[in-house]
């Protein structure tokens, strides 16, 4: 059965970082792209930025430097590195991989940035 899975969504100061992980796992014959999206409360789901396996990011208008994405694929697994968090960052944020040629969603992680 395959499934992708993130963790790391915390609750977090303003400026303040975190790091989300996103693990694909199962009966996995091809896995290509990978990346993250997010969605806040009343709004779009939204591109964060996706990362193909050959390492290429491209990321959405919104993050301007604040966000890395990296992969492992050994581990089948992606990661977000966020710094000077906002409140507006609050989101659940989703991770997507391509797997066995069809797109797979994760339940996703919640972030919350408050004082």
């Known amino acids: 059965q395959l499934q992708v899975m993130e963790s790391g969504g915390d609750l977090v100061q303003p400026g303040g970082s975190l790091r989300l992980s996103c693990v694909a796992s199962?009966?996995?014959?091809?896995?290509?792209?990978m990346g993250w999206y997010r969605q806040a409360p009343g709004k779009q789901r939204e591109l964060v930025g996706d990362i193909t396996r050959d390492g290429k990011v491209t990321y959405g208008e919104f993050v301007k430097g604040r966000f890395t994405i990296s992969r492992d694929n050994a581990k089948r697994t992606i990661y977000l590195q966020m710094s000077s968090l906002k409140p507006d960052d609050t989101a659940i944020y989703y991770c997507?991989?391509?797997?066995?040629?069809?797109?797979?969603w994760g339940q996703g992680t919640q972030v919350v940035v408050v004082s």
């Open positions: 997507k991989a391509y797997i066995n040629f069809a797109d797979r």
């Open positions: 199962g009966n996995i014959l091809t896995i290509g792209a």
